[in-house]
């Protein structure tokens, strides 16, 4: 299955379900059975990029809730990432 060319679809990063106990950026990627969505970083800034691609199928990702994920990386802020609907909290 291959997605590059498919439109890119708006996610919530804090809803995907964890990839890997020993990453906190990774996630499942919700549109095929074996995809991970990695996070990546702008190699020049380090900022947390928007967009994402499946490693498995391709499918294009953007995250609606980046903004969150960048501000809880700045130094001392302290802050809870939580879904859109309240639930969960991500570490």
């Known amino acids: ?50 967009y994402d691609q499946c490693i498995g199928c391709r499918q294009r990702v953007r995250y609606l809730d980046i903004e969150k994920l960048r501000a809880r990386e700045q130094p001392g802020v302290s802050m809870s990432l939580k879904a859109p609907d309240g639930s969960g909290e991500l570490p």
Do not use: H
């Open 1 to 50: 299955m291959v997605n590059r060319e498919k439109e890119i679809i708006d996610v919530y990063w804090s809803q995907l379900k964890s990839a890997d106990r020993y990453s906190v950026y990774k996630r499942e990627c919700p549109f095929c059975e074996n995809g991970m969505l990695l996070l990546g970083r702008n190699r020049e800034t380090m900022q947390l990029e928007e």
